[in-house]
């Protein structure tokens, strides 16, 4: 019988340093020479060097992967090192990205506000410059130590030191002009209104549950990233958007907000999954506040965060004024939250006969609204619903006073506010924003 051989192989030290070695001297060498480049740029990174470094770390990071490079003491750090280039070049992509783009937004913006986030945003892109060039020096000086030459960076005419101005063609294509689409202009400023309330209740509160980390960020990138796509399919260049101009206001605000969470996105991906696993590994790169976790939440939540926060309610007030443009009553449009303390002394004011009708207020609007209280969520428009919620609530009022959430359309929660405070006394707590400027250590 003839033998099979294994579809596994583990390299041999000869193999290593004759197979191996070589191909990844071949596979670095590219990189290598953007890198070399990059390290003594005095100004930001063309979109190209940008593209290029992208490129090269995904296919090398791939490569490594394929030969189990993570679980390999001596290749291990390059491996770390590549991964977190990657992330990073992603924060800086984005940053950049805002930075070329942010005059075209229609943002209407006072000039003083313009002027500080330009400036948090350019400081923050800098740093990440900064951490950049740390983590391409440690790649270099590592790659010697594990057998790879410095490929030798020969003069060339090419160079992808540029400003971060973007130039286009001549644009002398008549562009395609959309059908009217009113009905999908309300359904998308409805879906956006949500959206962002649901983002600022997350995290627009001063409480200790509120973690600045990949998932979070991804979350709610998705959410936007989804309302930018379908502004743009059933939206943009519609007549709709010609009739009211303002509706390009809210696409700005989810297309800048979008950036930033990309931004933070990458941001908490390089720490969570590269940049303390790096600290450990060469503990050395703590004398440089490289990969600071107190500086990065920093940034995570006085800047990225509180600029999400920022330009989605300046959609806010372009979509208010929309609605109004469209004859509608905004105010049955625009998403609010209040909390709602209930003491628990007036638990008996809290059951089935005296606050059920708080269904019939709800279905006066279009819109749902909703109710949160220890973690479930409930309907108000839904009788089934309220039935199960109010025993539910008296179980946690009988323990303690309690604090209800109610989420939806400005004028239907202001009146189902009311009517919890004339049947059982629910007294409105403020939701405290805890977003505000601190000087940048970042």
Known sequence: ??????????????????????????STKELFKVLSKFRYLKNYPSREMVFSIMKEVDRIETFLDDVGASLNKRFS????????????NIVIFQGIHILIR?????????????????????????????????????????????GVKKPSVKPSNKTFSAEIQQKLLPQDIDVFVAKETGEASIDILVKFLESLEFFNTFFCQNNADVHYTEESFEHYRSIFNRLESLYDTYLRNAEIEKD????????????????????????????????????????SLKKSNFANKKDIDSVMKDFLIHYSIFFLNNGRDFASTVFKKMGKDADEYIYTTKMLNVQSHRLEDFHLRPIMPVTQIANKYKLNTYL???????????????????????????????????QGPRKAVEEIAKFFYDKCGAIEKPIVCDKTFSPQSF
């Open 1 to 26: 019988m003839k033998n099979s051989e294994s579809l596994i192989k583990i390299l041999t030290p000869n193999e290593i340093e004759e197979e191996f070695i070589p191909q990844l001297e071949s």
């Open 77 to 88: 750090y390059f491996r770390k090192l590549i991964a977190s280039i990657r992330w990073m």
């Open 102 to 146: 942010f005059d075209s937004y229609m943002l209407e913006l006072k000039e003083n506000d313009k002027k500080k986030f330009i400036q948090e945003l350019s400081e923050t892109v800098n740093r990440c410059l900064t951490d950049l060039k740390i983590l391409i020096k440690e790649l270099q000086a590592d790659a010697i130590k594990i």
């Open 372 to 406: 949160y209280q220890n973690r479930n969520k409930y309907n108000l428009k839904s009788a089934i619903e309220m039935a199960i919620a109010i025993p539910d609530i008296r179980d946690d009022l009988e323990k303690s006073n309690i604090d209800m959430i109610v």
């Open 244 to 283: 009211h101009p303002l509706l390009r206001g809210v696409r700005s605000s989810i297309a800048v907000t979008l950036h930033l969470l990309e931004m933070g996105k990458a941001l908490a991906h390089f720490y969570e999954r590269h940049g303390e696993s790096l600290l450990e590994m060469k503990p």
